[in-house]
């Protein structure tokens, strides 16, 4: 297995993050949140680079957190570090001197979503599938709120944090989680191309001051929210909900919450 979880290369203008971690669907571990912060880093520190394209191998663009590092350390001791990491990636994809075009062509799930809200722009072809599926772990999408609250609708926003459901590219575009659906993977790079081709034409000021417009608002608040959001996040993920949460899912087991659950009836 390599150690290369996040691959960086430099095209021209443009900067190409692709998550390289297909073994455990592109899973948000340490290793791997540090190197797309390394990539990111890079990329604001080229004068060449003026816009990053931030992808995907193999058929999962993230699967959220990666919980089988998690179980193999302790959560006490984890639970603030992976937290305040997460939150200072997010914070870095919104504040990037230039734009960043998600590009989602497979499943993405719990902070993945937070990813791609991070975005500027998102284009999602026809494999794609969303959910926010932390409730069902007895944890919540505490920390990636900060960045997709703002784009989603308020009613999307209720319903998909809560049911966990899973919903696809049209959805997740109506919803505001994406910018553009398309329909097959030949229209996702030929949309892509397009968005950068058109990027590219602005200059490194002109980007950096138009897209601190758009953001301008997401940074205040994710400042304003984000401290309390990652004590909330670190305090879930050590609760006894939690860790009969994250067991079950590991063994592939329901919960035991789920014993006594029954149906509603209207």
């Not at 193999?72 to 200072?88: F, I, K, V």
């Not at 734009?99 to 991070?118: K, Q, S, Y």
């Not at 998102?122 to 784009?151: C, D, H, M, N, Q």
Request: overall charge negative.
């Amino acid at each position: 297995m390599s150690d290369t979880l996040v691959t960086y290369e430099v095209q021209g203008a443009v900067a190409r993050l692709t998550l390289d971690s297909p073994h455990n669907r592109n899973a948000l571990s340490t290793t791997l949140v540090a190197q797309l912060h390394d990539g990111l880093t890079s990329a604001a520190a080229n004068p060449d680079v003026r816009c990053v394209i931030l992808g995907h191998t193999g058929g999962t663009f993230c699967a959220g957190a990666d919980l089988g590092e998690a179980a193999g350390r302790s959560p006490e001791d984890l639970a603030t570090d992976r937290a305040r990491e997460m939150t200072n990636l997010l914070r870095a994809l919104i504040s990037l001197p230039m734009p960043v075009v998600g590009v989602v062509d497979g499943h993405v799930r719990a902070g993945g979503l937070g990813l791609i809200g991070a975005c500027d722009v998102v284009v999602a072809g026809p494999s794609s599938t969303f959910a926010l599926t932390e409730a069902r772990i007895g944890v919540a999408p505490s920390i990636i709120s900060l960045t997709l609250l703002p784009k989603m609708s308020a009613r999307a926003a209720g319903r998909y944090f809560v049911t966990g459901e899973k919903f696809g590219p049209a959805e997740a575009e109506a919803a505001g989680v994406v910018t553009i659906a398309v329909g097959s993977a030949d229209d996702v790079s030929a949309t892509v191309a397009r968005l950068v081709a058109d990027v590219t034409k602005g200059s490194p000021q002109g980007l950096a001051a138009s897209k601190a417009l758009t953001t301008a608002g997401v940074l205040a608040s994710f400042d304003a929210r984000a401290e309390a959001l990652t004590t909330q996040s670190a305090a879930l993920f050590v609760s006894e909900e939690a860790r009969e949460g994250i067991t079950a899912f590991l063994e592939k087991r329901p919960p035991r919450w789920l014993s006594g659950a029954g149906e509603a009836t209207i």
